[in-house]
């Protein structure tokens, strides 16, 4: 049977990647914890309540959130709603089609959502404007301009940066603005395993040959607080821990750097 | 997780709201060939979950386009009947079912020799009867037998088992108001035979240490579970082995 020849060049892909990370190098010459240079431009949409545009290497992201008036759901009465949603944009890769929202962009949305509302972020039960009736909800929207591998944290800073400058506008309901209520700063860092390398924030061609990624996020405290396993290939626990360390390094320099928190 | 309360899941005793002991499993009964048309199937209770797996194939991929051409693709559909949760669900897959089916293929996908069916899609089917917390890793778990029942070569069978935090302490297998009101749920699942982890998912908050408890808690469950998997296999074909010898 014949193969197509975009599966020779997928074959030879990995083979090179899983050979130089064999003798401790990749790709773009990083060093297999180091992140991509990572810029995050607060504030890019102003008219959103919050926005925040991330470039992290050349994977590129806008995050806007939302904050509106709405009804609670019945079973947390006393607590303002949170709500994550991804767009795969279709000029951000040749992949990318438009359409309803496809598994990938669904698992995006709701890893992203799991390490803010876990971390739990946003002090949500600050968030009621009449018990039981109204509450304010924090849309955030992730679109994905460029793809250039690493949605997942590109995509998850870029919610953060927002939430951090995100208003709550009261104001259209003859109170004063205020900011949102933040009480942690979740992190998440993602490694893909290359051949038997582990590899911090891969770059495209990394995540194409990867036979697995796992995603963690932790807080300040060092604290792991949402994983995510993705791709059909399997991890070992010492894999898995070492993931969590490299996470929780590049979490802090991350806060401290980039956020400046 | 769910709201925090201050209700309390470990009372003075160190016993859970069931009775259970911290790094105590929940019942579980396994069932092989269950069904008549698909090629495989199996049916878990675990809890109070009841679960139902069917799977056809392999056979060729459909629409053609997902035909790989030099594998099978695994195509799981996690799937909770309106009638399986305390309010009604609405029928049809959700943003969490489609998360969850991708999971469980990608966990599968690390066990079936997918290379020897090239172009042909393995589809798993997996019915959430009524629901207990741990579906996805019932689910799951009724799968590999499943698979294995549809003649399917594979590594091992993937098992599971979810650990979790409840009132600060580690515990082995969550149920419904565990999960709702613990601090924690961790499910993993890991082919026994190499001691790989294949699926594996986390939210709350755990310090390193936690983890470390709770992932070898659910991996010792896991290996008992393994044995539940290959026991109710061999009932089912020593069933049959007895029958032919009574004709």
Known sequence: MSKSSDEIVYGLKREYLEKISSQGSRIDGRKFDEVRNLVVTPNFVPRAEGSAEVRLGDTRVLVGVKIEQGEPFPDTPNSGILTTNAELLPMASPTFESGPPNEDSIELARVVDRGIRESKMIDLDSLVIEEGKKVWVVFIDIHVLDYDGNLIDAASIGAVAALLEAKVPASKIGREDIPLPIRHIPIMITSAKIGSSLVVDPCLEEEEVASARISVATNEEGNVVAMQKGLAGSITEEELFLAIESSIKAGKDIRKRVLRK | MGTQSSMKLINEEGLRIDGRKFNELRPIRIEVGVLNRADGSAYIEWGGNKVLVAVYGPREAFPKHTQNPSR?????????????????????????AVEISKV????????????????????????????????????LTAASVALVDAGIPMKDMVVGCASGKIDGKVVLDLNKEEDNFGEADLPIAIIPRTNEIVLLQMDGNMTKDELSEA????????????????????????GQESEKEGE
């Open chain 2, 215 to 238: 992932i070898g808690m659910s991996k010792k469950a896991a290996l008992y579970i393994s044995n539940l998997q290959k026991e109710a296999l061999l009932a089912k074909y020593k």
């Open chain 2, 72 to 96: 099978a693709i695994i195509n799981a559909r996690y799937n909770m009947a309106a009638f399986s949760v305390d309010e009604r669900k609405r029928p049809g897959p959700d943003r969490r």
């Open chain 2, 104 to 139: 469980i293929g990608e966990a599968l996908e690390c066990a079936v020799f997918t290379e020897q069916f090239p172009r042909t899609s393995i589809d798993v089917y997996i019915e959430v009867l009524q629901a207990d917390a741990g579906t996805r890793i019932a689910g």
